[in-house]
């Protein structure tokens, strides 16, 4: 939600103007100083008559010096090249991103005193209908979740808030009526957090029947280990396993049948195992 963060989204680095803009000012102060100690050495180089030459040769030579590090400091601190332009059969370039992206986050500001769901809820219902970004409307409901986890009300994870949408009408979701849009969206977040608890519990229940494959087993076995690793990746691969658990592929193959999992591919060449 932050500005790097939004700049990262869309594909741009944040801030990289200004600092090209700051590093070209400091670079033009050096280069100032420079070209005054370059003078100060040149003309205030205390000679006789017959050692000017020598003095001259000296004088010269810094400057060269002087000259060759500010170019190697302007090549440094050289702004990127500008990204190419964009396709006109593609993006309507009348579109102004920045303005549509400042308005919403106006919107998004508005509702820092309300509830977290609510503050959500109107952060994608304005995303719908401003549409900051031509090529990213499904980005909305991200930032959305994003909203629901800055300020607490998910912590531990990010709201899938798409599977939710799943079970609101489109014509709610896209009615004319903003109210009526705002109350779909309310409805599609409880519906994420419904479904989110339905998974957890298929996952609680998975771990709890693979922990009972422990029994009888020695303190040393690498089971528990493989069960905290399929339970926190959708799906597993032989290397996967052996990287983890530090055994060689092999291995990993005998602990895989022991705890009989599921696979998923039906691949001789690469096979992969889930939990659900």
Known sequence: MSDAGLATLRGRNAGDEGLARKAGHDLDLASADEDEEDTMNADG???????QALADAFAAADAAIARSSRALAGEA????PPRRDRDPLVYDLDWDEEARLTEWRRVVDRTRDLPPTL???IAHTAWGAIEPLQRAPGLGRLLAAALLRERGKARAHLPCLAEG??????ERRRHRDASVRL??????????????????????????LLLRKLAGRRSTSR????????ISR???????IAEALAVTPRAALNLVAELDLRETTGRGRFRAWSVL
């Open 45 to 51: 180089f205390d000679a006789t008559a017959g050692d």
């Open 77 to 80: 601190s050289r702004p990127p």
């Open 119 to 121: 503050a959500a809820a």
């Open 165 to 170: 949408a799943k079970a609101v009408p489109r």
């Open 183 to 208: 109350i779909a969206e309310l409805d599609a977040i409880t519906a994420a957090a419904e479904e989110g608890m339905r998974q957890h519990d298929r996952w609680f229940t998975a771990r709890s």
């Open 223 to 230: 089971l528990p280990e493989l069960i905290e690793l399929v």
């Open 234 to 240: 959708p799906l597993v691969s032989a290397g996967m």
